[in-house]
């Protein structure tokens, strides 16, 4: 049973810096394409970062792109997203996704082409 945890999320003045989780289990993990999408009150869903199976390829949202790492370690099954200088317009519900592996789909990222979600993690950026 595929399943995605995401952890890391938090109440951080602007500016500040957080590292987000994603902690993957019940699949072959190095064969899936894994996204960062977030989800503000009133907003639609959308793609923030996504990565390739072997890390190879990575896609940013504009506005985060120079901010926001995405990175990936298969040995342990888990994707991060750094996320420096953080602005309030950052805040909202982030969740991470997986896709079989697609460069099409990582370089779109987009929420509807993502098979498998994980529960949310909660990023407020506010003084």
Not at 8 to 33: E, I, K, N
Not at 84 to 93: F, I, Q, V
Not at 94 to 122: E, H, I, K, M, N
Request: charged residues 15%.
């Amino acid at each position: 049973q595929l399943q995605l945890v995401e952890s890391g999320g938090a109440l951080v003045q602007p500016g500040g810096s957080l590292r987000l989780s994603c902690a993957a289990s019940g699949f072959t993990f190095d064969r899936y394409a894994i996204g960062w999408f977030r989800q503000a009150p009133g907003k639609e869903r959308e793609g923030v970062s996504c990565i390739s199976s072997s890390g190879g390829i990575t896609n940013y949202k504009d506005s985060v792109k120079g901010r926001f790492t995405i990175s990936r370690d298969n040995a342990k099954n888990t994707v991060y997203l750094q996320m420096n200088s953080l602005k309030p317009e950052d805040t909202a519900l982030y969740y991470c996704a997986a896709t079989a592996q697609s460069s099409l789909r990582v370089r779109l990222c987009a929420p509807s082409t993502f098979d498998s979600w994980g529960q949310g993690t909660q990023v407020t950026v506010s003084s």
